[in-house]
């Protein structure tokens, strides 16, 4: 259950790397947001959008879903279970999409994670036969 912890520690290290990052290339939508109060100043007339705001959102909105997904990691490291290999195989599938996409970016730094995930997952269902 090795990997899962290394897959946990990198994924929220990755979380971590996405929200400073996030706050360097935003730094003027996500003031704005604050400026305006918070509520409602993303998508607040879809007429009108402000999409520096959206990308700003949707940028931020990422890491926090990394996190948790490391600390699933962790939690089932720490009970020696694995996680389902299809958790690695869809976090795999979005970073090849990711990269092919936009290959200057941070996608690449899931690949990792993903296949120790995936490794895990095979390992464990290796030792039950």
């Known amino acids: 259950m090795k990997m899962l912890r290394v897959s946990g520690y990198l994924l ?3 979380s971590f790397i996405h929200i400073l990052v996030g706050i360097w290339i935003f730094d003027e939508p996500l003031a704005d947001i604050w400026r305006n109060g918070i509520f409602n100043t993303v998508a607040s007339d879809p007429l009108a959008p402000y999409f ?15 996190f948790v997904l490391g600390q699933l990691c962790c939690w ?29 970016s941070g996608f690449w730094l899931l690949i990792l994670p993903a296949c ?9 269902n290796l030792l039950d036969i």
């Open 12 to 14: 929220i290290a990755i």
């Open 52 to 66: 520096d705001r959206e990308d700003a959102f949707w940028f931020m909105i990422v890491a926090p879903l990394l």
């Open 76 to 104: 089932a490291s720490d009970r020696n279970i694995s996680l389902p290999a299809f958790l690695g195989s869809n976090l795999l599938a979005i970073a090849i999409v990711g990269v092919i996409l936009e290959p200057i």
């Open 116 to 124: 120790l995930i995936i490794a895990a997952a095979r390992q464990t």
